[in-house]
């Protein structure tokens, strides 16, 4: 069996059990562990839970920049590539055909020199949040192994994905089984570390939205 | 005996003059692209050179391989290959058959030992002793080992023989091997595609009689000439594929626009070979030309690239079993490990 | 079946103007120059090139048209035209059926495939001698009867 063989058919299945199972696993235990219940009454004029907690979510998308400024990078530089993973992952359309193999669905895809400038500005803004976390202090004090990996593992699939449209890689059949490979680690690795806000994300922004207003803070 | 003249002297017994050798080598250069001040000497030294023998071993094959080099383009430019070389045994070409046969490939054997071309398409089934494909009681393994004992060189032809090709194809019932499993250290070229592009077979065997040296090979033995660029690097319909317009159907719009084909399954990218710039039948078109998907028939495991019609990046293998699987075991484990937790909480409270 | 068949040419083959012409006449300007001063001469694969249609057209009109034009009958038909730039040959090489199996620009005196290969010369005398020999041994048969 060649090295894409290989990627794309057993590492691929591999990953997506792992990931299928990392996932509902961290879920399950969220979910099914009985909290303790908060037995105060909920302040006057609070909002009924559900609507609470869905405001948050909504609110804390929308960014804020501190008076000082001094959250003004991470959070731009947050949105950027964020929206630019989005953008990549969702609109290159060898990746849609790929999803289209998997869910079935397909929408059209973005010509091939906005994924190159989109690539490039992601890879970028990843190095930048990477200085940021290197040469902030305080940062740097609270970063773990759990931080570098997934940074390591979120950027491996950009810049091998770069090698191969970029033909930095030959044959074109190594660097696709090399880009699918990273995106294999990257698969792995999502559910046991923080990349796993990418599920969890929305469930705690409403869960301490719904706490919050019971207690009644002013958000 | 022809063969102690020189391809020079008996092409002019022929009446075929040296300009013919100049005109065929500023073709084959071209063609590889070589350098075009290297044609005079590839011309001498072709001129110099005795008609090279070539056995031609078929084995697990469906004989598209023959078909395609007996119609390399041009029945007097490109046909001069088949005065180069002595074709001295061949199942499909040659009019002797059985027992004499057999005894022109020994002799060729024999009186060329060290200088002859073995020529093999199909590939080699080795399952059960081999005996799914066998010649004049002998099973292929053995025949190819005895016949390329003293070659000069190998050279495979066809998807089949440089990677196993069909016969290889899962569930590969023969336990069908490529060339490449068999020929140990001797000198081997891969000329893959089903067939290959005829061009490129008498391109190479024209560039050993000429240089009396191998061309320069790939990581996976082929000729850098013919097999160093992918079929989408020289696509026509590239600029398409860049500007994301593609075909979704082969009978849509799109399609009528000659749109790119990758949505509909091209294998284009992934596909090493000629087809693209050397084209078919003469230069006519290639298949990306004529409306069709490339679906890599010269690249290993092409049967098994998940469906011509797939599009390439497509999933390979099934993944929705193993999907649900292992999220119905995560769900299982997470909640037991929540109840496990707050029974024991409940225990704890309890105890104290 | 036929008009199944979309005859149409695709899209982009439409004849434009890539540069390459200029950058070509750029190059043969050079190989002029080693000519003159050196005597070596200079060969450009047209084939390799992707060249339109516009572009052969351009890279014709700056040569300009000359006065020497050769067919040759070689394993196929072949055209040799000095173009207007003495010392620049168009060499197109086809094969019998009318396809271009070779298309180059030469830059030298007299493109090599003109001259009469020595061994075709030594070939040639060889056979007009067993023709003079025949000829003469025929000759004095007759005489003899
Ligand atoms: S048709 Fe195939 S080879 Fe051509 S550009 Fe599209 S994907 Fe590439």
């Known amino acids: ?219 | 005996m022809t063969k102690d003249r020189t391809l020079g002297e008996h092409m002019s017994r022929r009446g075929i003059s040296r300009r013919a050798f100049g005109k065929y080598c500023a073709y084959l250069a071209s063609t590889m692209a070589l350098s075009p001040k290297m044609a005079p000497a590839m011309a001498q030294g072709l001129a110099a050179a005795r008609r090279q023998a070539v056995i031609w071993l078929s084995f697990q094959e469906c004989t598209g391989c023959t078909e395609s080099f007996t119609r390399s383009y041009s029945p007097t430019l490109e046909d001069l290959i088949f005065d180069f070389i002595s074709l001295d045994y061949h199942h499909t070409l040659q009019a002797a058959s059985g027992e004499a046969a057999e005894l022109a490939r020994e002799q060729s054997m024999e009186e060329n030992k060290g200088k002859y071309i073995v020529v093999v398409d199909g590939s080699v089934p080795t399952k059960d002793g081999g005996v799914y494909s066998m010649i004049a009681g002998h099973t292929n393994v053995d025949i190819l080992a005895s016949t390329i004992e003293n070659a000069f060189a190998v050279v495979a032809v066809g998807t089949c023989a440089a990677f196993g090709g069909l016969p290889y194809a899962k569930p590969n019932p023969t336990g069908a091997v490529a060339i490449s499993e068999l020929v140990g250290n001797k000198p081997l070229i891969n000329i893959p595609g089903c067939p290959p592009v005829p061009e490129a077979m008498t391109g190479t065997i024209a560039h050993i009689l000429a240089f009396g040296s191998l061309p320069e090979l790939d990581d996976k033995h082929r000729p850098l000439a013919f097999f160093g660029e992918s079929i989408h690097d020289r696509c026509y319909r590239r600029s398409f594929y860049e500007r994301g317009l593609f075909a979704k159907s082969f009978d849509d719009e799109g399609a009528r626009k000659g749109w790119c084909l990758y949505e509909v399954g091209c294998k284009g990218p992934i596909a090493y070979n000629t087809c693209a710039t050397t084209k078919w039948n003469g230069g006519t078109s290639f298949p990306i030309q004529s409306g069709h998907t490339c679906f890599a028939c010269g690249s290993p495991n092409f049967w098994d690239q998940g469906g011509f019609y797939k599009s390439l990046p497509s999933r390979t293998s099934s993944i929705g079993t193993v999907a649900g699987a292992t999220a119905a075991a995560g769900v299982a484990l997470g909640a037991g490990a929540a109840l496990i937790a707050a029974n024991r909480k409940k225990q704890y409270s309890k105890e104290t | 079946m036929s008009n199944l068949i979309d005859r149409r040419a695709p899209e982009n083959t439409t004849p434009f103007v890539t540069g390459l012409a200029d950058a070509v006449l750029r190059e043969i300007a050079e190989l002029l120059d080693t000519l003159i001063e050196t005597g070596e001469t200079g060969i450009i694969d047209l084939h390799s090139l992707p060249m339109t249609d516009a572009d052969r057209d351009m890279l014709k009109e700056g040569l300009g048209e000359g006065e020497v034009r050769v067919d040759l009958d070689v394993a196929g038909p072949s055209r040799i035209e000095e173009t207007g730039t003495a010392g620049v040959w168009w060499v197109r090489h086809e094969g019998a059926d009318g396809r271009i199996a070779a298309e180059l620009i030469e830059v030298t005196r007299i493109p090599e495939i003109l001259l009469s290969h020595p061994d075709d010369i030594r070939e040639g005398r060889t056979r007009l001698r067993e023709h003079l020999d025949e000829a003469g041994e025929t000759g004095t048969e007759e005489l003899a009867e």
């Open chain 1, 1 to 219: 069996m060649d090295l894409l063989s290989f990627a794309r058919g057993p590492a691929l299945q591999f990953a997506i059990g792992v990931f299928c199972f990392g996932v509902t696993w961290r879920l399950a235990i969220l979910l099914f562990t009985p909290q303790a219940r908060d037995l105060t009454p909920a302040r006057k004029g609070a909002l009924p839970s559900p609507i609470a907690g869905g405001r948050e979510v909504f609110r804390r998308m929308w960014p804020e920049i501190h008076p000082t400024g001094s959250n003004m990078f991470t959070t731009i530089n947050g949105y950027v590539f964020h929206l630019g993973l989005a953008v990549i992952v969702f609109g290159f359309a060898p990746h849609i055909q790929l999803i289209k193999s998997i869910f079935g669905t397909a929408w059209p895809s973005l010509p091939n020199f906005v994924i190159h400038i989109a690539g490039g500005v992601t890879i970028a803004s990843l190095i930048a949040a990477l200085v940021k976390r290197l040469t902030s202090p305080v940062l740097r004090l609270i970063s773990t192994l759990d931080d570098y990996i997934s940074w390591a593992v979120t950027i491996a699939p950009l810049i091998t994905g770069y090698m191969l449209v970029g033909r930095l890689i030959q044959p074109y059949n190594t660097a696709l089984a090399v880009h699918i490979l990273s995106f294999v680690v990257l698969l792995i690795w999502l559910p046991f570390g923080k990349l796993m806000h990418a599920f969890i994300v929305f469930i705690s922004r409403a869960r301490t939205g719904a706490y919050l207003n019971h207690r009644g803070a002013q958000l």
